[in-house]
C-alpha cells in the first residue's frame, strides 16, 4: 500500500472538495451539525453535492498562509488536511491543523499517522490543533502522533473559550 501526501492544487481540488462532506458528517456527531434543507454537509444554499461548496474556496488561494493536502493510498484519495500559517503567529502558534480526515475504510492503517507526522515536519514551530472534547478518537490519534515525532515533545492541553480541547506542541 503506497501513501502519497499531495499539496491540493487546482487539478486535484475537488477530490478534496468530494471527500469534505464526508469529513462533515463524521464530526457531525460531535458537534451536532446537521445538513441543511437539502440534505448537504455545506452551504445552505448548495443544493446538490455536484454545486461547489465556496466556503472551500479560500483553500486555493493564498498558498503562504492556508495549505490544503490531498492524502492518497494506492493513488486513490483517502482524505486531506488543511493546514493554517497565520503571517502574524497568534495564540502562540505558527501553524494550525484546522481539518484532518482520513476515509473511515482506512483509519487505524498507519495512513493517517503517516499524513500527520509528514505535515508537522514539513512544518516545523509551533502547532495548536482545537477538537471536540466529545471527540475521543481524534484525541487519542494527535496524542499518539505527536509523542511519536522526533524529540517527543510535550502536548499541553488547554480548554478554549469555544469549550475546544486545544493541544499546543512545537516541533524542532
Keep these: 500500500m503506497s501513501i502519497e501526501l499531495e499539496l491540493s492544487d487546482e487539478v486535484n481540488a475537488q477530490a478534496v472538495r468530494n471527500l469534505f462532506p464526508l469529513y462533515c458528517h463524521d464530526i457531525s456527531e460531535y458537534d451536532g451539525s446537521l445538513p441543511n434543507r437539502n440534505g448537504i454537509f455545506g452551504e445552505d444554499g448548495q443544493k446538490t453535492l455536484v454545486d461547489p461548496d465556496r466556503e472551500l474556496d479560500s483553500w486555493w488561494g493564498d498558498r503562504d ?9 494506492d493513488h486513490i484519495p483517502a482524505g486531506f488536511c488543511f493546514i493554517e500559517r497565520p503571517e502574524v503567529p497568534h495564540e ?38 482545537r477538537i471536540s472534547p466529545k471527540n475521543k478518537p481524534a ?25 475546544l480541547v486545544c493541544y499546543r506542541f512545537t516541533i524542532a
Design 65 to 73: 498562509r492556508r495549505i490544503p493536502y490531498l492524502i492518497k493510498v
Design 92 to 129: 502562540g502558534a505558527d501553524n494550525y491543523v484546522i481539518d484532518f480526515f482520513v476515509i473511515r475504510s482506512l483509519r487505524n492503517k498507519g495512513i493517517g499517522q503517516f499524513a500527520a507526522e509528514e505535515i508537522l515536519k514539513k512544518y516545523p514551530g509551533r502547532w495548536l490543533i
Design 139 to 163: 484525541r487519542r490519534f494527535w496524542q499518539k502522533v505527536v509523542k511519536s515525532m522526533d524529540g517527543e515533545p510535550s502536548i499541553e492541553e488547554t480548554v478554549d473559550d469555544e469549550d
